[in-house]
């Protein structure tokens, strides 16, 4: 059974400073997906990885995959308060599936 | 192109009532699915389908049905409602292609409270 763990869950940081989000599965996969979702909102597709190395920058925001280690991470840059999100990451079963599965979600804070 | 959209946006009903929650796409997708989303449970998938007038269960299935009559439509139903199925229900569609997933697009959600 695939599952995906993200973590840190929730995250609280200061403008201006650095960090990274962990998305970890337990199965060969090479699609990841990243979403990130507002409060009230809908879910809004940010990245998607389709293979291992793959790396994609928006902004402050870059992802990446090694599908040897079964890790992505989400690195934010120099974080503005705009980008005070819940981020999910989400696993497609390595030679396609009909679902994914998703992480729980990092609920990000950027404080002034 | 709206995208995938979700009738109603708010609902409230009284424990027993029944009610359809309507998610339609415009983008010919080929899987659509249903989620439900609580506080410090993430998304769970409820019911899923592959294409028009399939359906297939997902990870909470109990106390929901679904249909799938027309490609763009995809109908998730409450026969009986219970106030455990108070939560926000997220519907989203993907273009399936060939066995592959590709990523899937959100309709806005409905919240649900049942009292």
């Known amino acids: 059974e695939l599952k995906v763990e993200q973590n840190p869950l929730f995250l609280s940081m200061q403008e201006g400073k650095n960090y990274t989000i962990y998305c970890n599965y337990s199965t060969t996969s090479d699609r990841l997906y990243w979403y990130r979702q507002d409060p009230g909102k809908s879910l809004e597709s940010l990245f998607v990885?389709?293979?291992?190395?793959a790396v994609k920058q928006e902004g402050r925001l870059m992802a990446s995959l090694d599908t040897k280690a079964r890790l992505s991470t989400l690195h934010i840059t120099a974080a503005v308060h705009d980008l005070s999100a819940t981020y999910f990451c989400a696993v497609d079963k390595k030679g396609g599936s009909e679902k994914l599965v998703f992480g729980k979600g990092t609920k990000l804070t950027v404080n002034p | 192109n709206a995208g995938v959209t979700q009738t109603p946006k708010f609902r409230v009903l009284k424990t027993g009532q029944s009610m359809t929650l309507l998610c339609a796409q415009d983008?010919?997708?080929?899987?659509m699915y249903w989620y439900r989303q609580d506080p410090g449970m993430g998304l769970r998938l409820i019911h899923y389908s592959v294409g028009e007038g399939t359906t297939a269960k997902g990870e909470v299935p109990d106390g929901y049905n679904v249909s799938r009559l027309k490609k763009q439509n995809f109908l998730l139903g409450l026969e009986s409602a219970a106030p455990s199925q108070t939560s926000v229900y997220f519907c989203a569609s993907s273009p399936g292609t060939g066995g592959w997933i590709h990523e899937q697009y959100f309709g806005p959600g409905t919240r649900l409270t049942v009292t």
């Open positions: 983008m010919n997708h080929e899987y």
């Open positions: 990885l389709l293979s291992n190395g």
